[in-house]
């Protein structure tokens, strides 16, 4: 199977796919961080006939301007850039056209869900194994829904004055840490969607 793996650095999903011998690509704006086939730029500058030579997409599209939990800098952020989201919006869209029979577009809980539509499932990663939680929400095109293959305890919390709480891996967590896709994820979308 060819498979394209979208807005992807760390090669995680990539590799996934490529350790049970399909031929996977990933493509971002940024060097991948792992050695494997990689393609950096803007997706969007190849024509749409090349999508065409794919089986499956990956995607994981920017979240800064989409997910609910950024939703406090929203206003800021369309005070200064008032087509941010409609951009980020468009390249969601871009995703979910693209000519391949099978896409996932993987996002956190985000606008994506009330401007296109509702996710097909939401998954975290203590469903597969990871002791994680990140809510993950997929919306999925000619692909089975992922079944959990190895649910284990939602990890440790860091609790707050105000009686919040946050998952501990998350609170000392980049944003590009935060980004990546958790290996048992990775690993349920090669095992699963690979074979379909």
Known sequence: MKVAIICEYSGTVRDAFTKLGHDAISFDILPTE????HIQGDIMDLPMSYWEQFDLAICHPPC???AVSG???FKSKLEKDPECQNRALAFVQYCMDLPINKIAVENPVSIISTRIRKPDQIIQPYHFGDKAQ???????KGL???EHTNVVDKGEFVNFPS???MSKWISNATGKERSKT???IANAF???WGLF
């Not at 792992?34 to 086939?37: D, K, Y």
């Not at 990140?134 to 999925?140: E, G, P, R, V």
């Open 134 to 140: 990140k809510t993950t929400c997929l919306w999925l």
């Open 64 to 66: 800064t301007d989409l």
């Open 182 to 184: 958790f290996p048992g």
């Open 144 to 146: 089975p829904l992922l």
């Open 190 to 192: 090669a095992e699963q």
């Open 163 to 165: 009686g919040k709480k």
């Open 71 to 73: 939703a406090r800098h």
């Open 34 to 37: 792992t050695p494997g086939e």
